[in-house]
């Protein structure tokens, strides 16, 4: 009886062992070659999002209904709004308060730090224009362009659940996408039935990793938030074994559209990317 136990304990570390060899070599196959699409056809426009709302004649971080309105012209299927609240708790379009007030006060100096981080109330918010001629929009304003020609609206800087359901129906929650940015607020978001997506820069890495693959055995499909610094070969190995999903920011650059996006990337945030005419817009760089 003893002789059978040890007989099967070795057959089990053998097994081990050679499993965990596998492992490693399959490892070490998928980290030391990068796939890429390996073609000189540029992705189709499923693969972008205009981050914060497109940018339209030069400008960018715009949020206004103008350059929203030209990124659906455009062709775009997903577009990014920033989210924050004015002093009186009206959800609005806008990147930061800082860069408001620069982009909407002439003249108005970072010296004056009273004038130039002060948030507006929801009645002075409406009354500016953003470089003396686009329209600022709040959330409510966002959704009504939305139910006319419908897009999958990415909205970032905002996961307060409460305050979203608020503005979104139950049927309304599949096509918004939410970057989350603690652990909880992913569970909040996907339990409300919003597609959340993993910040990989607010919540730290490998934490963030540790916390999709405890969870992968329940069925879930998981976008991951990631700057153009990450490293692809390691985006590439938990994609190839846990098939997560990516969105990368801000990518202007057709060399990189070429390479990985739609194979080891799945979205872009962009700029600059003229969909129609496969051109950029400008300086072919990136803009964070």
């Known amino acids: 009886m003893h002789k059978l136990i040890r007989k099967g304990g070795k057959r089990f570390m053998v097994w081990g062992a050679a499993a965990c060899f596998a492992s490693f070599m399959l490892f070490l196959y998928y980290y030391t070659n990068?796939?890429?699409n390996n073609s000189n056809e540029l992705p189709d426009s499923s693969h972008f999002i205009a981050h914060g709302t497109g940018s339209l004649d030069g400008y960018t971080y715009l949020n206004s209904k103008e350059?929203?309105?030209?990124?659906?012209?455009?062709?775009?299927?997903?577009?990014?709004?920033?989210?924050g609240y004015t002093s009186d708790s009206a959800v609005v379009c806008v990147h930061e308060w800082k860069r408001f007030n620069k982009m909407t006060i002439e003249g108005i100096s970072e010296n004056d730090s009273d004038q130039y981080s002060r948030i507006p109330s929801l009645e002075e918010f409406k009354q500016r224009k953003i470089y003396g001629k686009y329209t600022p929009m709040t959330l409510d304003e966002v959704i009504q362009i939305w139910k006319e020609r419908p897009f999958t609206l990415v909205i970032d800087k905002f996961d307060i659940v409460e305050d979203l359901n608020k503005h979104f129906a139950q049927d309304m929650r599949g096509e918004i996408m939410v970057e989350a940015y603690t652990k909880?607020?992913?569970e909040e978001l996907k339990t409300a039935g919003y597609i959340p997506m993993v910040s990989a820069e607010r919540i730290r890495y490998m934490e963030c990793i540790s916390f999709i693959c405890s969870n992968l055995f329940f069925g879930r499909d998981y976008w991951v938030v990631v700057e153009q610094e990450s490293s692809l070969r390691c985006l590439q190995l938990l994609k190839k074994m846990f098939g997560l999903k990516y969105a990368m920011y801000t990518v202007n650059s057709p060399?990189?559209?070429?390479?990985?996006?739609?194979?080891d990337i799945d979205l872009v945030y962009t700029d600059n990317w003229d969909l129609k005419r496969q051109i950029n817009t400008f300086q072919d760089n990136d803009t964070y």
């Open 255 to 263: 060399w990189f559209y070429r390479g990985f996006l739609g194979s």
């Open 67 to 83: 350059s929203l309105i030209n990124a659906l012209d455009n062709g775009y299927q997903y577009i990014e709004v920033d989210l």
């Open 34 to 36: 990068p796939t890429g």
């Open 184 to 186: 909880t607020g992913f």
